[in-house]
């Protein structure tokens, strides 16, 4: 695991955790229709979290590494399209972005869309290279505009980039599966101040069922899941390329964004409606 990421993980954590690998992972979980509940804490609470879960959870482990490395590049139309989407919480939105996780070299370009009927499904295409999207998006465009219409025609500029390392645990018993992220940071890509959540992680519940064990011990210490969290959009509040009206203004706020460097530029488009 790697220690030198603001506000990741500590690997001594993880010690006591078995180990599973994700092929096992996979195969025990893949396939389970899940309920999904997300939570933000400190890292003194993650801490006290751990010492009761390493009896019942395993961790994923890949090549001898527990925490995992994501860098993600999203991208939107100048009006912010997408996030628009999100903010005014419509019933078909989408998010497009690249990820690439840092220890395998692997990467995608990914499309993850909400429907009206509430379920999330997300395409995705391996990249090979950089600068490898090309004018369609590896093949995702068409299936963009079924969603977006006329305004998928739009140039798609990259908007945010995101990363945060990624503990993933499970209990075979319960079904569940635990990620914790932290350490994250937003950019523009094209700015290099970035904004960091150093006091913060999120938390994700997977499960078949609305009570795992994980979300009993976060309740008992007064913690309610949070929705409106996407790293996404709470990124862009974070480093002031929106500054209109938020749903997501209060999980901003809990995950403590601080600056590395100067103020964030905004760069929001005037007049663009919240």
């Not at 025609?153 to 645990?169: A, K």
């Not at 994980?214 to 390329?241: E, F, N, V």
Request: net charge positive.
């Amino acid at each position: 695991m790697s220690t030198d990421h603001p506000g990741a993980v500590p690997a001594s954590w993880l010690s006591g955790f078995a180990g599973i690998g994700l092929t096992e992972l996979n195969g025990q979980a893949a396939l389970l229709k899940r309920l999904e509940r997300k939570y933000v804490l400190d890292l003194a609470r993650l801490h006290d979290l751990f010492d009761v879960l390493r009896f019942s959870h395993t961790v994923l482990e890949i090549d001898g590494l527990r925490s995992h490395g994501y860098q993600s590049r999203y991208y939107d139309t100048p009006d912010l399209l997408c996030f628009r989407a999100h903010n005014q919480g419509r019933a078909n939105r989408f998010k497009l972005r690249t990820r690439r996780y840092e220890d395998s070299g692997l990467a995608f370009c990914e499309l993850k869309e909400k429907t009206r009927v509430a379920a999330t499904a997300k395409s995705r295409v391996p990249l090979t290279g950089p600068d490898d999207l090309g004018a369609d998006f590896g093949g995702l465009l068409g299936r963009i505009r079924q969603i977006a219409g006329a305004a998928a025609d739009r140039p798609f500029l990259p908007t945010l980039d995101v990363g945060y390392r990624r503990i993933t645990l499970f209990d075979a018993r319960d079904q569940t599966r635990v990620t914790i992220d932290s350490g994250l940071s937003f950019s523009h890509p094209t700015d290099l101040r970035v904004h960091q959540t150093t006091a913060s992680v999120i938390v994700e519940v997977k499960s078949a069922r609305p009570m795992s064990l994980t979300d009993r011990l976060l309740r008992d210490a007064g913690l309610r899941p949070q929705a409106q969290m996407s790293k996404y959009c709470i990124g862009l509040l974070a480093c002031g390329l929106w500054t209109g009206a938020s749903r997501f203004g209060a999980n901003h706020r809990r995950l403590g964004c601080h600056p590395m460097a100067a103020a964030a530029l905004s760069v929001a488009p005037a007049g663009v409606p919240a």
